[in-house]
């Protein structure tokens, strides 16, 4: 199941190449694709490897990005510094969800997370948060240059800074599911009471699985913050967590690969659908999706598997 | 332990001593695995007591049962059905692993050691068990027997000093549930535990088992060896009334 190492170092090396032929515009695209590749692993560590179906994740990526421009905007705090406070806050709010969805479980887990995403922009606007939160006109905040007198263009810093962070989150994830920790969360969700029988503190597990799952999701809402330069409530509304959700399944559940292809889905596909008609770009892309989960009912993740296979 | 109107457990009590085979026996439905969900923790039981090695289970939360060397096997076969032979075998050692996420992200020394010893451990039983050829194969594509087989690796894997099993017989014809026997007894030897052993053939029993407790409707009927229950009246009188079994 894990691609080979040289793979990755040739997709890698493939990945920091666009800044030097591709346009501003065509990097902030690839950056978002690594950033929502990183809310993608999140929601798929506890929702494809643990079995916690969350329909909300776009909530802890609103909160991710709050956090990045808040910082920024009233603390004149660096881009990059915002990081580790974002994942700190994202995670302590995950594991505080996790702790009722413990008892929820299947679908009433995935009403009740659907809930928080649907309230999610209302809670931004609200107005005793407005002096922190912009309310409904949100925060603009300012894009950041090269540094280190590096010659490169805003865009193209941003696109590389992007993608090391998604690569260090990614490696750290892959180690994560790899070991026991992750065959703890595969058991949890294929067979609960025999993982119990095994060992396996059900509680523990999936509080800290929601845990890092909100971290990661978070710090990717940081991520694409600081590349769009604004935040406004409006942005974070349920469609994004569906979104995240579609981009999973699209990828290919329990897949870490999975996940950029899911995220480069959620980004390119509308687009194209826009080109294809104009008039009825929503119907397009339904079409296409339904086309994608017809053909790779694993998601692409499951059919490189199986070409790897054959 | 009661359900409802029905009592499944009234009033048990036996011993099952150090690296005994106890065999476990009853009609159906006459609360065999009611007993081994209570000492697993599943069901709780609001009267009596259920100790091992002078430490009661009473109230004790499921997922300490493995750690203290209780390992089980599940009348309809619990697997983690998306995952390869090996990755099941591995999850029941979990409870011996010490790790935690932030080792685990960061793939520290520990995480590589602790991985190491469990792999030996997988291998060898894969090696006892006859896995070797499906050690890759995922667990839902495999026949029942296998997949009993593979239960009885996983629960072997977490080093317990008791072993349940219930009904390992299940899906076996004639000459696999002789082997079975066969492989009870090594098990016992080399691992040096108890075995609790549910199961309706009573040939299988009656030869691999130090001792047999009886149950009919949740009380316990008889105990003895071997043969001392086969000539108890009551046991005869419950099977007879049952339409006979083997
Ligand atoms: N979760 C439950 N809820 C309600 N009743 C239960 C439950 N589990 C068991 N029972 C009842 O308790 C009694 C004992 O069942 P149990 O499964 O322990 O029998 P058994 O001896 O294992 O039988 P078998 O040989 O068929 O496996 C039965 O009457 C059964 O219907
Ligand atoms: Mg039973």
Redesign the interface.
């Known amino acids: 199941m894990r691609a080979p190492l040289l793979i990755i170092a040739l997709l890698l090396a493939a990945a920091v190449l666009p800044p030097i032929f591709a346009s501003g515009y065509q990097l902030f695209q690839l950056t978002l694709v690594a950033a929502y590749a990183v809310a993608i692993l999140g929601l798929n560590l506890v929702t494809g490897f643990n079995g916690q179906v969350s329909l909300g994740h776009g909530a802890f990526f609103a909160v991710g990005s709050y956090v990045t421009a808040i910082l920024m905007d009233r603390w004149d705090v660096p881009y990059w510094a915002t990081l580790p406070p974002a994942a700190l806050i994202c995670a302590a709010l995950g594991f505080l969800i996790g702790l009722p969805a413990l008892r929820l479980g299947g679908l009433y887990l995935a009403l009740t997370t659907l809930a928080l995403a649907a309230a999610t922009p209302q809670i931004l606007k609200y107005r005793l948060l407005e002096s922190w939160t912009g309310g409904v006109q949100g925060i603009v905040i300012l894009k950041p240059d090269a540094p280190f007198g590096l010659k490169l263009s805003g865009d193209a810093w941003l696109y590389l800074f992007t993608l090391a962070v998604a690569t260090l989150l990614f490696a ?2 892959a ?2 599911v790899r ?6 969360m ?2 949890i ?3 609960p ?10 509680a523990m597990f999936k509080t ?1 699985t929601f845990a ?1 799952s909100a971290m990661l999701t978070g710090v990717a809402g940081s991520l694409a913050a600081v590349a769009i330069g604004f935040v406004s409530p409006d942005s974070f509304s349920a469609a994004l967590s569906i979104t995240f959700f579609v981009g999973m399944v699209v990828g290919g559940g ?1 897949s870490i690969a999975g996940a950029v292809f899911g995220a480069a889905f959620i980004q390119f596909v509308p687009n194209i659908a826009d080109q294809v008609s104009k008039s009825a770009p929503g119907a397009v892309y339904g079409v296409i999706l339904i086309a994608c989960i017809f053909l790779l009912p694993q998601g692409v993740a499951g059919l490189l598997r199986h070409t790897k296979r054959a | 332990m009661r359900f409802g109107g029905i009592v499944a457990l009234d009033d048990i009590s036996f011993d099952v001593g150090h690296r005994e085979i106890c065999g476990l026996i009853g009609p159906n439905g006459s609360g065999k695995t009611t007993l081994f969900n209570c000492i697993s923790g599943f069901y709780r039981f609001p009267r009596g007591d259920i100790v091992l090695d002078g430490v009661s289970l009473a109230g004790m939360p499921r997922h300490r049962i493995a750690g203290l060397g209780i390992g089980r096997t599940f009348q309809n076969v619990a697997l983690f059905r998306s995952m390869s032979v090996r990755d099941n075998l591995l999850v029941g050692a979990h409870h011996l692993g010490r790790t935690g996420f932030i080792a685990n992200a960061l793939r520290a020394g520990g995480v590589r050691t602790e991985a190491r010893t469990a792999a030996e451990r997988c291998g060898e039983l894969l090696a006892l068990l006859d896995l070797n050829e499906v050690a890759g194969t995922v667990v839902a594509a495999l026949p029942f027997g296998t997949q009993k087989r593979v239960e009885l690796a996983r629960a072997l894997m977490g080093g317990p000093r008791l072993l349940l099993l219930d009904e390992p017989a299940g899906g076996l014809n004639h000459e696999e549930v002789a082997a079975l026997g066969e492989l009870i007894r090594r098990i016992r030897a080399h691992f040096a535990l108890s075995v609790l052993l549910v199961e309706h053939h009573m040939n299988l029993v009656m030869s691999v088992s130090d001792k047999v407790v009886a149950l009919e409707f949740g009380r316990k009927i008889a105990d003895g060896t071997p043969a001392e229950v086969r000539a108890e009246p009551e046991v005869i009188r419950a099977y007879l009334g049952d339409g006979g079994n083997d």
């Open positions: 750290l994830t180690n994560l070991g026991r920790i992750g065959r703890a595969i058991a969700r294929d067979q009471l025999a993982a119990e029988a095994m060992g396996i503190d059900l800290r890092v329990a």
